[in-house]
């Protein structure tokens, strides 16, 4: 192929203005190129054997690896050669009409971005030439440097390697009429979470077929090469069946070859065009089988084996990213380029074809592009319980939990480690684990509600997979695993973050706080991840909420519930605790954050800010110490964290779904102003910062240092450092 400079071509379509180089026709264009096989008509190729779609996939192929290139050269930034070897695949499930396709391959965005430039969906964010996306790419509020909510088409974000099955396995939940392939490299293999988590849902669900993963496989990972590379087409296969996959079709470009390339993984786009396409037909043809399988209840794997960075600038690990000398004009850039230059054209042919895959841009047609419609849930049968009664909170909540379930079938609960364990039985009482063994005693039956892998990433997957495609779910977890299904959870908030729909907030309890689990010892004692999400509220969307008793918890489920684009954390105890609120003021405390809930009247004053439930005994305890001293005191408790920040403290108003409720310093005064204040949390220090940041009195923190064996929540207590008599003693002492 001759490429030429753009501006020597005439009639070139608008889109394609910023294009480095042009090429001539491929031999047969005339023949197989001109006319698009893709129409308003006609939304998928129907003869994967066709002689024009398997001319005009490969075509397609080419484009994309040439704007993938093209555009990460353009900011000599970016990661070109991972998708560039899954380039035919993209294209062939695209010219079928299947494209509502996640990805686990953040570093795969250009080619994504690629793809959704060239349906035209980048038009719905002001991206209509080559010249606009090359601009905009890895720029703000533009094409970001990995996959996100906010790119108009992209069916899910892609971050951590591990989590785009999570996605796919999600929507197919939601869709069974639609194909949801997601890809997945070498690399990706390597998490212990994305084989083990699709075998967990192939068993609970095993009538959800309706997704592929994709393995990209080409030998290499970022800087070296894959730790599979090694591994037999046979022992690849056979890998797959062994856990659990009905077909496993392998397309290797190495069969192919007609140009005696070395080694296991090569590069097709080094063929002769008639091998190219011979291996592009047997792509499509595979690809055409695959879908077919995965509709007809199979639980298929596609893969295509080619060398990292086919087409591209450079081969294997060194195709991965560029560096600050790779700009449009480095020689390779160049030569890669021009290697992939297709004529005007060709470029309006791939375009059509694009357009129309699947019925339209995914802009317009992606799952993730419209609102889910939500069965209407009523009115809550919230039960309020008299003050002083001992009530388990958890099981309060999982008394809802039970109804919206039973009223919303869509709904679907999460659990790694069991909700018996965590008071909350009533829940799979009320909806079932869902389980192939029906065992009353158990509460288990097929097509149960409660889904429980023994993998919290697992969880967290399919419960934040689903939020995000516009689904209402609850995660449970023991506060100590939680932190195992967190990377996808952050992802998934993130997203939401920037989504440009609503969508059900992604809603979690966390149970069996550290100081509930003495005699487990410190391997069950892990209140550290309150400080993963005090990093996380700076965010905007962020809502970790500490409800104080059984009837408080009820309100903030119900709050939950109602929220849109943000991450809700319920962290609650398991244990009998008294009623001290009624529903009224725990509605108050989410809107400031906080609720008084004792002031006793002194020479001095004392305020306690304390967040959790079981927190509070030691601190009602220390305030009546100080009462027979004559030293006031005042217990806060703080409900919601978030809200006692500033309003410049938290970027809210970035987020797509903004929520700029804070706690006015007026009001902020009335709740801690004291001669001293003391932050009480039986989890990390850091939930504390808003008090922290904004109060202007004597103050001191309490707080978890570490775990250790003990008898007793008191003996924790004890262990470190804030039990009743340290508690009081230190607000004497910043009295002075």
Same mark, same amino acid.
């Given at each position: 192929m001759v490429a030429t400079p753009n501006n020597t071509i005439s009639a070139t379509p608008a889109f394609c203005e910023g294009i480095q180089y042009f090429g001539e026709p491929l031999e047969g264009f005339d023949e197989l190129g001109r006319i698009p096989v893709l129409s308003p008509d006609k939304s998928g190729v129907s003869d994967p054997r066709d002689r024009a779609a398997v001319f005009q996939t490969l075509l397609a192929a080419d484009a994309l690896r040439y704007l993938t290139l093209q555009v990460t050269a353009s900011k000599a930034s970016g990661h070109p050669g991972g998708f560039a070897s899954s380039a035919e695949a993209v294209a062939a499930f695209y010219m079928l009409g299947h494209k509502n396709m996640p990805t686990e391959v953040g570093h795969h965005a250009p080619g994504y971005y690629s793809a959704m430039f060239l349906d035209r969906s980048l038009e719905d964010m002001g991206i209509s030439t080559v010249n606009q996306m090359r601009d905009r790419y890895r720029e703000k509020h533009g094409l970001l440097g990995h996959l996100s909510g906010y790119i108009p088409g992209i069916l899910a974000p892609a971050g951590p390697l591990g989590q785009g099955q999570h996605f796919a396995m999600a929507a197919a939940l939601l869709h069974r009429d639609k194909l949801f392939p997601v890809t997945m490299g070498d690399g990706g293999m390597g998490e212990p979470y994305p084989i083990s988590s699709i075998a967990h849902f192939h068993t609970a669900y095993p009538e959800v077929t309706n997704f592929i993963p994709i393995l990209v496989w080409n030998g290499f990972s970022q800087e070296h090469h894959s730790m599979v590379s090694t591994k037999t087409n046979a022992e690849m296969i056979a890998f797959w069946q062994g856990n659990g996959f009905d077909e496993v079709i392998l397309i290797d470009a190495k069969d192919f070859d007609d140009r005696d390339q070395e080694g296991a993984y090569v590069d097709s786009t080094a063929f002769s065009l008639k091998q190219r396409l011979a291996f592009t037909e047997a792509v499509l043809v595979g690809v055409d089988k695959a879908a077919k399988f995965a509709f007809g209840g199979k639980l298929t794997v596609f893969i295509i084996k080619q060398l990292k960075g086919a /087409? %591209?600038?450079?081969?294997? $690990?060194?195709?991965?990213n560029l560096y600050a000398h790779h700009t449009l004009d480095n020689i390779d850039i160049v030569a890669g380029l021009k290697a992939r230059a297709l004529n005007p054209e060709a470029w309006q042919t791939v375009r059509t074809n694009l357009e129309w895959a699947g019925g339209g841009s995914s802009s317009k047609t992606a799952v993730t592009e419209s609102v889910l419609p939500l069965i209407d849930l009523g009115t809550l049968p919230l039960e309020e319980y008299a003050i002083n009664e001992s009530k388990i909170s958890t099981t309060a909540m999982g008394r809802l939990v039970g109804y919206v379930g039973q009223t919303d079938k869509s709904y679907i609960v999460t659990n790694a480690d069991g909700n018996e364990a965590s008071g909350i039985a009533n829940i799979n009482q009320a909806l079932k684990i869902n389980h192939p063994t029906v065992d009353a005693l158990y509460n288990q039956e097929p097509n149960g509600q409660v889904y429980e892998p023994l993998s919290e990433d697992a969880c967290a997957g399919l419960a934040v997979g689903l939020a995000l495609m516009g689904s209402r779910t609850l995660w449970c977890s023991y506060e100590s695993f939680a932190i195992n299904g967190l990377p996808i959870w952050q992802t998934v908030t993130q997203a939401m973050a920037e989504l440009r729909r609503p969508t059900p907030a992604t809603v979690c309890l966390f149970t069996a706080g550290a100081l509930e689990q003495g005699r487990n010892g410190w391997t069950h004692q892990r209140p550290e991840i309150e400080g993963y999400f005090a990093s996380m509220m700076r965010n905007g969307n962020i809502f970790p909420l500490f409800p104080l008793d059984a009837n408080s918890i009820q309100v903030c489920? *119900?709050?939950?519930?109602? $929220?849109?684009?943000? /991450? %809700?954390?319920?962290?609650?105890?398991? &244990? +009998?605790? +008294?009623?001290? =609120? &009624?529903?009224?003021?725990t509605r108050q405390a989410l809107e400031d954050g906080a609720i008084t809930l004792q002031e006793i009247a002194g020479s001095k004053k004392v305020v306690f800010a304390v967040i959790g439930d079981m927190m509070l005994l030691p601190v009602y305890e220390a305030a009546q110490k100080l009462a027979e001293q004559g030293i006031g005191s005042k217990i806060v408790s703080i409900?919601? +964290? #978030?809200?006692?920040? #500033? *309003?410049?403290?938290?970027?809210?108003? =970035?987020?797509? *779904? +903004?929520? /700029?409720?804070?706690? &006015?310093? $007026?009001?902020? *005064? @009335?709740?801690? @102003?004291g001669d001293a204040l003391i932050g009480v949390v039986g989890g990390a220090s850091a939930m504390l910062e808003p008090v922290m940041l904004r109060s202007n009195s004597k103050r001191d923190v309490f707080a978890w240092k570490r775990g250790e064996t003990t008898a007793s929540a008191g003996q924790l207590f004890d262990f470190n450092g804030m039990n009743a008599e340290a508690i009081a003693n230190r607000a004497k002492q910043l009295l002075g």
């Open positions: /087409g %591209v600038h450079a081969r294997g $690990a060194k195709s991965h489920y *119900e709050w939950a519930l109602k $929220a849109v684009n943000k /991450g %809700v954390v319920i962290t609650a105890s398991k &244990s +009998p605790l +008294p009623i001290r =609120t &009624s529903f009224a003021q409900v919601s +964290p #978030r809200r006692l920040y #500033r *309003e410049s403290d938290v970027a809210w108003n =970035t987020c797509s *779904e +903004p929520d /700029g409720k804070f706690l &006015s310093d $007026a009001d902020f *005064e @009335a709740f801690f @102003a």
